[in-house]
């Protein structure tokens, strides 16, 4: 079965700390990772998709990679705003051969000003 | 351009109660996925949709359906409702059928008493 893993459940930074965050796999046949960001109240919100091993996108103070068992996301100097709870998805094919979504739990991050 | 739309914003019922949720997707998208989401599941698949056919379907018991109509918008019923079933439902829509690249409405908040 499809396994996605989020670490750490909950990151509290300082605004400035730059950290990153971890996103675990264990698939067959992966065909796309995603990453989301999600709001209190909101449905979750599309930042990337990595495709295969080595790959990396980046978006203002964000920066995903890819590697065969993982994803980072990483953040640079964070500010206030960036505080989410930042959900990773792991496409496969399923075994009826159609493509299959597994959410990671995510993790919640606060950026203390 | 209008997001996807979900309603009602919140709703409470009874269990043994039966309950029908709506999804407007964004003007043009014809993949619709309807996923359930609590605090310590996260994100479960529940059915996705494309030109009014379900194309995809969770792990969910037989009292969770859906359907499409032809213009795309799409609803989901469950019925005999039980108190686990209390979470938040969150619909996506995508131009492209079984894709991981989703937008997502802001989801109906069910309570179940």
């Known amino acids: 079965e499809d396994q996605v893993t989020q670490s750490p459940e909950a990151l509290r930074l300082q605004e400035g700390e730059s950290s990153s965050l971890n996103c675990s796999y264990t698939?067959?046949?992966?065909?796309?990772l995603f990453w989301y960001r999600q709001d209190p109240g909101k449905g979750p919100e599309f930042l990337f998709t990595?495709?295969?091993a080595g790959e990396e996108k980046e978006k203002e103070r964000l920066k995903a990679t890819l590697t065969k068992k993982e994803s980072f996301l990483h953040i640079t100097a964070p500010k206030p705003e960036d505080s989410a709870t930042y959900l990773c998805?792991?496409?496969?094919?399923?075994?009826?051969?159609?493509?299959?979504?597994?959410f990671g739990t995510g993790t919640r991050l606060t950026i203390i000003p | 351009k209008a997001g996807v739309t979900q309603t009602p914003r919140y709703l409470i019922k009874t269990r043994g109660q039966q309950v029908t949720l709506s999804c407007s997707p964004i003007?043009?998208?014809?993949?619709v996925s309807w996923y359930q989401q609590t605090p310590g599941q996260g994100l479960q698949f529940l059915f996705e949709?494309?030109?009014?056919?379900?194309?995809n379907k969770g792990n969910f018991p037989g009292r969770f359906s859906g359907r499409q109509f032809s213009n795309s918008r799409s609803e989901m019923n469950v019925s005999t409702l039980e108190l686990g079933d209390s979470a938040l439902y969150l619909c996506?829509?995508?131009?492209?059928?079984?894709?991981?690249?989703?937008?997502f409405g802001s989801g109906t908040q069910l309570s179940v008493l």
């Open positions: 996506a829509s995508s131009p492209i059928v079984d894709s991981g690249w989703m937008f």
């Open positions: 698939v067959s046949g992966l065909r796309g």
């Open positions: 990595l495709y295969s």
């Open positions: 998805a792991v496409q496969a094919v399923s075994n009826f051969g159609n493509e299959k979504l597994t």
């Open positions: 003007s043009g998208h014809r993949s």
């Open positions: 949709y494309f030109s009014e056919t379900q194309r």
